[in-house]
């Protein structure tokens, strides 16, 4: 069973900067499209940014694009999301998973997820 690690969140004022880190354990993921998602309170989970299996093709959603990076490592079985220009609005607990639009699903576990706070 794959056990997912996710840190680097924090409190960051608006304009800031932040790197979160998603370490697999268990058994190598870079078979697998990954993921970064976020949920805010009272609101649903929604997804940030996507990277292929082997790096090569990443996506974002639109609230993100041109702020926030996704990249991995999978000799060190990780993805990262670099996020700058920080907001307010994207203040939420980040977890990582699977892509489910490659994958049909969430394949791993859900980890923890790290808190990220925005203040302005």
């Known amino acids: 069973q794959v056990q997912l690690v996710e840190s680097g969140g924090g409190l960051v004022q608006a304009g800031g900067s932040l790197r979160l880190s998603c370490v697999a354990s268990?058994?190598?993921?870079?078979?697998?499209?990954m993921g970064w998602f976020r949920q805010a309170p009272g609101k649903e989970r929604e997804s940030v940014a996507r990277i292929s299996w082997s790096g090569g093709s990443t996506y974002y959603a639109d609230s993100v694009k041109g702020r926030f990076t996704i990249s991995r490592d999978n000799a060190k079985n990780t993805v990262y999301l670099q996020m700058n220009s920080l907001k307010p609005e994207d203040t939420a607990v980040y977890y990582c998973?699977?892509?489910?639009?490659?994958?049909?699903?969430?394949?791993?576990?859900w980890g923890q997820g790290t808190q990220v706070t925005v203040s302005s």
């Open positions: 998973n699977t892509d489910p639009r490659v994958h049909f699903s969430f394949l791993f576990v």
């Open positions: 268990g058994r190598t993921f870079s078979s697998y499209a």
